[in-house]
């Protein structure tokens, strides 16, 4: 049996290979920098741990935790603390508490919403009016901020929707796809019509905190992954320069034989690596870069409560900070109790994070350490049009068969899609062996 070939060696490759080992199939990653992870990096910096890339993964969305569990972790699982999550908005120059149950920008809360200063009242009527729309199919897709603004105007996508998308797609809500990144609420829409009545309706209170993380850090999950995988599992730090049927991956100048090739890299890597028009397609799917800047004070010169999870910058008052998470809050775990831990998400120059947090923050302290990642090119954005694309792909890849695809420029950017990629990708593959295997007696 010859070993599948993995291109990437992030959570969707390593994912992949680790399921495939599962059905006694061995395989090997090609990973072209000196680590394994993809943009999931642990680390410490002066005594508080700190990631570099995501903190957490979302729970209500299964996969990651089936995974982590599975790998005998699950007694290293945390949530983070749900009975002090309050999320701020900047706005005109002061923090604004967010709404309580706010989801995106669908209010399944009448009170808060009526109390709130980060709404004008011409927007508090829209959105009661909005409680009143009739059902309404849509056709097509079109832009996040397009169908917000049809439901509650403009001022809600300002402030709530927008900086809210940034934080998790790092992109530009005029130009993401309703269709394939608030796909519940275009259904909701053609349902009820008014999404605060679907809200209302449909959102059930959970028992469970909304992300979860291991306690040593996500990093913790990929070392797990490799270990397991064990034997079956071949890591070869290279670049894998072309893509032949047959198949046939050239890696650093030499080619490898096999007859399942699994693409979990970046989409606009994956293009350099197929034909024309698959190439094509891939390449269709634009990607932006993200920087986080970690800051850690020393606590008896940070005066800030750190009353919550965080705050979020919108585009209509943004320099170069989008959000900032307070990690004593939201993992008070992962910080000395004489530190102050905060990770700065960077639209522009990461030379700006704590001229922006002494603004917005009052911090004057110089902090004690201070950590750059830059992420370029790694945030998958799903803009008009994304479904049609994907399902174009598919058919594609339907035509070669040996060819899959697995990551976050498809179905889903957070580590439980990621993973729930990398799954479906090996069982696809162990059923065409079994489908091969038994034609073949």
């Known amino acids: 049996m010859r070993p599948v070939v993995i291109i990437g060696g992030g959570i ?237 991956v050239r890696v650093s100048g030499d080619w490898l034989e096999t007859d399942h090739i699994v693409l979990a890299c970046a989409a606009w890597q994956a293009a350099k690596l197929t034909a024309a028009e698959l190439a094509g397609l891939l390449a269709s799917i634009p990607y932006t870069s993200s920087t986080i800047v970690a800051l850690v004070y020393n606590r008896a010169e940070v005066h800030h409560p750190l009353n919550g999870f965080g705050f979020l910058v919108p585009r209509v008052e943004r320099k170069s900070l989008t959000a900032c998470t307070w990690v004593n809050t939201k993992f008070s775990h992962r910080v000395p109790d004489d530190k102050v831990a905060l990770r700065c998400f960077m639209h522009g120059n990461p030379d700006h994070a704590e001229d922006e947090i002494r603004e917005k923050m009052g911090i004057t302290a110089n902090p004690v350490a201070r950590q750059v990642t830059q992420w370029p090119m790694s945030m998958a954005q799903y803009t008009v049009g994304h479904e049609s694309r994907v399902q174009q792909i598919e058919a594609m890849l339907a035509q070669a068969p040996g060819l899959y695809l697995a990551g976050n420029a498809y179905y889903g950017i957070g580590i439980p899609d990621c993973v729930r990629m990398g799954k479906a990708a090996a069982e696809k593959i162990a059923g065409n062996m079994l489908n091969t295997s038994f034609n073949a007696s």
């Not at 209500?60 to 089936?66: E, H, I, R, Y």
């Not at 920008?105 to 829209?126: D, E, F, G, N, Q």
């Not at 009545?197 to 992954?225: D, N, Q, Y």
């Open 12 to 248: 969707s490759g390593l994912s992949t290979a680790y399921y495939l080992s599962r059905q006694g199939i061995p395989s090997r990653i090609i990973e072209r920098t000196p680590r394994l992870g993809g943009v999931i990096q642990t680390g410490q910096v002066a005594g508080c741990l700190i990631e570099a890339g995501p903190d957490s993964f979302v729970t209500f969305k299964p996969w990651a935790l089936q995974l982590i569990r599975e790998l005998g972790l699950g007694n290293q699982i945390i949530g983070s603390n749900d009975h002090l999550r309050a999320t701020y908005i900047w706005k005109r120059g002061r923090m604004v508490k967010m709404p309580e149950g706010i989801n995106l920008m669908v209010p399944a809360r009448t009170m808060p919403i009526i109390t709130t200063s980060l709404l004008s009242w011409p927007t508090k009527l829209r959105m009661a009016a909005e409680w009143f729309r009739a059902p309404r199919p849509m056709n097509g897709d079109r832009s996040v901020s397009e169908f917000v603004e049809d439901h509650y105007g403009r001022e809600v996508v300002d402030y709530l929707t927008e900086p809210l998308l940034a934080g998790v797609y790092g992109g530009n809500s005029d130009e993401m796809s309703v269709r394939a990144v608030l796909p519940r609420f275009v259904e909701w829409e053609a349902m009820y019509g008014s999404l605060s009545r679907a809200a209302k309706r449909e959102i059930k209170r959970s028992s469970g905190t909304l992300f979860s993380t291991l306690k040593g850090g996500l990093s913790t999950l990929i070392e797990e992954l490799v270990r397991q995988t064990g034997s079956a599992l071949e890591i070869i730090h290279g670049d894998a320069e072309e893509v032949a049927p047959g198949w046939r």
